[in-house]
């Protein structure tokens, strides 16, 4: 198992650019979700998604937009990139309800 | 409101000392989940525990122990002996149980550096 891949590992944008941060997971997990790690503030949630075909926002959800067509993807689009998103970014799934969350490696996101 | 907080921002220790790590937590489900999470210097999140809000035995495994105490809302973690591989930043986290969230509330994150 490849458990939780994240692609790219770095990327830079210019402001207003977008792009797609992709997350892939080969556990079956119904939850997949989307945090961002901003020094200080340790981990947000961006948006979550229970099941192929549902998300809902989190905590930070401004600027960003997901989808879920398939139980193995989660990704994380940026419609129109601002140095306020320069941050890493996690995706990460979990089998159910308030278990473990399986982490991927992260993608640091850089945008000038 | 949900919340974790991590008062110590960063501890330094000299190797084989003991320390431990505060988390304090604020929620007012009855059921919920906490955890602790380490982060190496290599960036990615190592899941360490996961304790149920009606569990309140102490859990310990080989160097690390939790420490679970509802009265006070604090979910402790200690490292005995602690070794220069321990240096990482660790986070707490809470999961309220019910709805379809799933979604973990991290406190700020201790930084422990352990010198040799």
């Known amino acids: 198992n490849a458990g939780v891949t994240q692609t790219p590992k770095f990327q830079v944008l210019k402001t207003g650019q977008s792009m797609t941060l992709q997350c892939a997971q080969d556990?079956?997990?119904?939850?997949m979700s989307w945090y961002r790690q901003d020094p200080g503030m340790g981990l947000r949630l961006i948006h979550y998604?229970?099941?192929?075909?549902?998300?809902d926002q989190g905590e930070v959800p401004n600027g960003y937009n997901v989808s879920r067509s398939t139980t193995e993807d989660f990704p994380l689009r940026l419609l129109s990139a601002a140095p306020s998103q320069t941050s890493v970014y996690f995706c990460?799934?979990?089998?159910?309800?308030?278990?473990?969350?399986?982490f991927g490696p992260g993608t640091r996101l850089t945008v000038t | 409101a949900q919340k974790v907080t991590q008062a110590q921002t960063e501890i330094s220790v000299v190797e084989k000392e003991d320390v431990t790590l505060d988390c304090v937590y604020e929620t007012r489900d009855t059921t919920y989940y906490l955890f602790w999470y380490k982060q190496p210097p290599s960036g990615e999140l190592v899941f360490l525990i996961r304790?149920?809000?009606?569990?309140?035995q102490n859990e310990i495994s080989g160097r690390y122990s939790w420490n679970f105490q509802k009265s006070t809302s604090s979910f402790n973690f200690t490292i005995t002996a602690s070794q220069v591989v321990d240096s990482a930043v660790y986070f707490c986290a809470l999961t309220p149980y019910g709805g379809a969230t799933n979604k973990l509330i991290f406190g700020t994150g201790t930084l422990l550096a352990v010198q040799p």
């Open positions: 556990m079956n997990h119904e939850y």
């Open positions: 990460a799934s979990s089998p159910g309800t308030a278990l473990k969350q399986y």
């Open positions: 304790r149920n809000s009606f569990d309140e």
């Open positions: 998604s229970v099941g192929a075909g549902i998300t």
